[in-house]
């Protein structure tokens, strides 16, 4: 279980991240959405305590039973550009702990990731690379980063059935930033909505889809193509 | 007249062909397929910047020293401009001229944002400022490469909004490629699929 | 790179080194009057690196040397830079100059240096001139190398490859892509040779392949020295050689901090760092 408690990014004169509050339970999916710019990666970043430069931290982040954080990071840059990608996820599964080996079958890699170094993945190899890893490093909070920008519709769903089941089998608690409604909604039980670096509130999935939410997160639902009215396919 | 017939292109020990594409000014037409069988390599193809290899081909002549009368959208417009130059020099290396301030406001850009640099502003500000720097009055078809995959989809309705009224009102031809079928169901007049 | 400019380190190694070059340059005095009631003089407060066998001030002589050596030095690697960046624009000009120019610079790297800088000042008649030319002509391949990288690079860009789109002219896009990506580090690379052209220059003035001996450089001293390092005035190499390293390692720490500071590139803005 993650509590988070009045969690901020500041400087003197900006605010990134206003004073959020919010809990995280084991087996559960929790997604997050809002525009760019509204501060989801920040989220990420500072629930695993780093910060933009020159800014500071505020409120307070409290893990049950020192549950360990693992962040699977939007873009492949985090991973070692002079190491093949097989050794550096032995590595994070060696390093921590013994339960890798039965979480070994949540992203399976074949050798066509394993035996390449990062600058040969593409997309969607990237992607997976990123979440064996922190799927592998035992940890009990797994926090995913736009895990599917850029994937085809299969690979993405593929990637968020397994972060079901991970929630699920594993009892793990994951937490899934997206834009992308379709596909976040069927998997997360509570859905997070900030925008401009504030929570504008805390929902579900079917609050969302009929309507029973806050005008600006069911603009969102709204705006995904297939409920574009047909006026506007019309001025086309 | 945008048209592709038997198009091929030699990647090493790789063969990569594309599908038939046909495409009239004023049309619509999106292309889908799985990641990784060459859609960026066919919008490349189709811009002119790789060279084109096929069977039969019909591009829009390109008069020396003006735009290309097909424009490339790309996916992400953090790297369609160039890190160090303001938006400004951006858009007058293309228009040539400042006649494209009108059009800011009818795409909710703020004019005051000309003096910023591409990592000053949001990834949906860029699209639509990708999109503008594209629209110069020579430009006939628009090829567009998966530019909302990005977005969010607030952002990616309005950006649609905003290009399919300038598509019908300049009587543009534009290729959408995607891997969303709903956005290419929703926007397209036909669909090839690879 | 204003972060470089708050750093301590950095700015005390800048402040040092240019302390060292200025009082160099400034230095009043030849330190090529005889004073033979007094050679063989130790290091003193009166002579700070002491005196040599015909009683000059080693302190004058190892200035007027470093001067002398940072002037040819400065010349050469002047040359060097700009030779390096015509050849690289040269390569961009046609597939075939590319391929020339891929082929010199393999060719001048996969020779020994100091070999090549022996044949080159040879040549050209050695002293002054054909020491210059010949640390230019053998010093371009490096910088070459890196400027026809970075070129490639920024060829390979969306951004580049819309500028084209646009009809632009390959002018046009010269000046406005291409050289504001590069000239940094064109400079950063000139500065980076700098030391290694000093280096070299004294060895082979060392070697009795450059400056004239009698004149006071760095390498004619050294080589002078080397004959009485046996016989206990081992002030005669020592001082002027620690010199010439400590200017040689402070310039080098400069332009590296220099490059790392350009490589992390302009510092985001507070607003860049909100993205999603």
Redesign the interface.
């Known amino acids: 279980m993650l509590t988070v408690e009045g969690l901020s990014i500041q400087s003197d004169a900006v605010s990134l991240l206003s004073p959020l509050s919010f809990s995280l339970k084991q087996g559960e999916v929790l997604g997050v959405?809002?525009?760019?710019?509204s501060g989801k990666s920040l989220l990420a970043q500072a629930l695993m305590g780093q910060v933009p430069p020159g800014f500071k931290l505020g409120g307070k982040v409290i893990s049950q039973q020192g549950a360990r954080r693992a962040l699977a990071a939007q873009s492949a840059s985090v991973l070692d550009p002079l190491r093949l990608i097989g050794s550096q996820l032995r590595y994070a599964a060696q390093r921590l702990g013994k339960r890798a080996s039965t979480r070994r079958h949540y992203f399976k890699l074949g050798g066509n990731i394993t035996e390449r170094y990062r600058h040969q993945l593409?997309?969607?190899m990237a992607k997976r690379a990123l979440m064996a890893q922190a799927c592998w490093q035992s940890s009990e909070i797994m926090i995913a980063d736009e895990p599917c920008?850029?994937?085809?519709?299969?690979?993405a769903l593929a990637i968020y059935q397994h972060l079901a089941m991970l929630a699920r089998d594993e009892q793990l608690g994951v937490m899934v930033i997206s834009?992308n409604?379709?596909q976040l909604l069927p998997i997360a039980d509570r859905v997070l909505v900030l925008r401009d670096g504030r929570a504008v509130e805390m929902t579900t999935p079917a609050h969302i889809r009929a309507g029973a939410c806050d005008e600006y997160t069911h603009?969102?639902?709204t705006?995904?193509?297939?409920h574009?009215e047909s006026e506007?396919?019309a001025?086309? | 007249m945008l048209r592709l017939h038997k198009g091929y292109v030699r990647r090493g020990e790789q063969l990569i062909t594309f599908p038939d594409i046909e495409l009239k000014r004023g049309e619509?037409v999106g292309v889908s397929g799985?990641?990784?069988v060459g859609k960026s390599t066919l919008a490349?193809m189709l811009?002119?910047?790789i060279p084109m290899q096929a069977e039969l081909h019909s591009l829009p002549r390109r008069?020396?020293?003006?735009?290309?009368p097909v424009?490339?959208l790309?996916?992400q417009g953090e790297?369609?401009?160039?890190?160090?130059?303001t938006l400004k020099?951006a858009l007058d290396?293309?228009w040539q001229c400042d006649d494209y301030l009108p059009l800011l406001k009818d795409y909710g850009l703020d004019a005051s944002w000309l003096t910023r640099?591409p990592?000053?502003?949001?990834?949906?500000q860029l699209q639509r400022f990708n999109l503008i720097?594209a629209l110069?009055p020579t430009t006939q078809f628009l090829i567009c490469d998966?530019v909302t995959?990005?977005?969010?989809?607030?952002?990616?309705?309005e950006f649609?909004?905003h290009l399919?009224?300038t598509?019908?009102k300049r009587n543009l031809g534009v290729l959408v490629i995607s891997?969303?079928?709903?956005?290419l169901?929703?926007?397209c007049?036909h669909i090839v699929t690879w | 790179m204003r972060d470089l400019l708050r750093q301590p380190s950095f700015m005390a190694a800048l402040a040092l080194l240019c302390g060292l070059v200025g009082l160099a340059l400034l230095w009043p005095w030849q330190g090529a009057e005889l004073d033979l009631l007094n050679k063989y003089q130790a290091p003193s407060l009166h002579h700070l690196f002491g005196t040599d066998w015909l009683g000059r001030d080693l302190f004058s002589r190892s200035q007027q040397a470093l001067a002398q050596s940072l002037y040819v030095g400065g010349l050469a690697v002047l040359l060097s830079s700009v030779l390096s960046l015509m050849m690289a624009m040269l390569a961009m000009l046609h597939r075939a100059a590319a391929w020339m120019v891929d082929l010199l610079v393999d060719l001048f790297m996969s020779l020994p240096h100091l070999l090549l800088l022996i044949l080159l000042s040879l040549a050209f008649g050695g002293a002054e001139f054909g020491l210059v030319v010949a640390v230019a002509l053998s010093h371009w391949p490096k910088l070459t190398r890196l400027l026809r990288f970075e070129m490639k690079q920024v060829q390979s860009?969306?951004?580049?490859?819309?500028?084209?789109?646009?009809?632009?002219?390959p002018w046009?896009r010269l000046r406005?892509?291409m050289l504001?990506?590069i000239l940094p580090q064109w400079w950063i690379g000139g500065l980076l040779l700098f030391p290694h052209a000093l280096t070299h220059m004294a060895a082979l003035t060392f070697l009795g392949f450059g400056l004239n001996p009698d004149s006071p450089s760095m390498g004619a001293l050294l080589a002078q020295a080397s004959q009485y390092a046996l016989t206990g005035h081992w002030w005669f190499a020592l001082c002027p050689g620690l010199l010439l390293l400590s200017c040689l390692l402070l310039l080098s720490y400069v332009a590296q901090r220099l490059l790392l500071g350009l490589r992390q590139?302009?510092q985001?803005?507070l607003?860049?760092v909100?993205?999603?």
């Open positions: 959405i809002g525009a760019s710019g593409s997309g969607g920008c850029g994937l085809d519709v299969e690979a834009h409604l379709r603009r969102f639902w705006a995904l193509p297939e574009w506007r396919v001025v086309a | 619509i799985p990641s990784g490349g811009a002119g910047i008069a020396r020293g003006k735009p290309n424009q490339w790309i996916q790297f369609a401009f160039n890190p160090r130059l020099t290396e293309s640099r990592n000053q502003l949001s990834g949906g720097r110069v998966e995959a990005h977005l969010d989809t607030i952002t990616q309705a649609w909004q399919l009224a598509a019908n891997h969303d079928p709903y956005l169901e929703a926007i007049d | 860009a969306p951004y580049y490859q819309l500028a084209k789109q646009f009809g632009t002219s046009q406005r892509h504001p990506h590139g302009p985001t803005h607003e860049g909100v993205k999603c």
